[in-house]
């Protein structure tokens, strides 16, 4: 039998799979909440349905100069991690106790709406400086893990 990916490792690579649907034209995003080794909900950066994508209209962040995590306000488009907290109540999924994979860090948006959702474990791998979310994940009792390696 080849070697088997180990979960974690699996479950980023999910996460990258998923930020591959991104429309955002500065950063592609993927996220996946897990819990007992099943996935409940995806999601990606991108605009809400029915709005024209980044991609066609431009970028607002772009026009204005805005650099990456500040005015997070002044964006057309939802992070990842928004996304899978709206598919998760779409479905009415409650992600208490779930780990959260992310391609990248969560901003201090995503992380205050990850804290109120009590996910146990958020992965990512890629880092975003944002020292208010580690901060605040620390304090929640939230654990946050950078995970190394390629998975694309």
């Known amino acids: 039998m080849p070697d088997r990916l180990p ?7 999910i996460a990258h799979l998923v930020a591959q649907r991104s429309t955002c034209t500065r950063r592609a995003v993927g996220a996946i ?26 970028c607002i ?38 780990d959260i994979y992310c391609t990248t860090k969560p901003c201090i948006l995503c992380t205050k709406m990850l804290i109120n959702c009590e996910v146990r474990n958020i992965y990512f791998s890629q880092n975003y400086p944002d020292e208010l979310s580690e901060q ?17």
Not at 7 to 13: A, G, L, N, S, V
Not at 136 to 152: H, P, Q, R, T
Request: glycine share 10%.
């Open 136 to 152: 605040m994940l620390e304090e929640a009792g939230v654990n946050y893990v950078f995970m190394e390696g390629d998975f694309s």
């Open 61 to 98: 962040r772009d026009k204005l100069k805005i650099p990456s995590g500040e005015r997070h306000e002044l964006c057309r488009g939802l992070h990842a991690e928004q996304n899978v907290i709206i598919q998760a109540a779409t479905h009415h999924l409650d992600l208490t106790g779930c």
């Open 7 to 13: 979960w974690p490792e699996y479950f980023m690579r």
């Open 33 to 58: 909440a897990v819990r007992g080794k099943r996935i409940l909900a995806t999601g990606y950066n991108g605009v809400p349905t029915n709005i024209a994508h980044c991609e066609e209209v431009g």
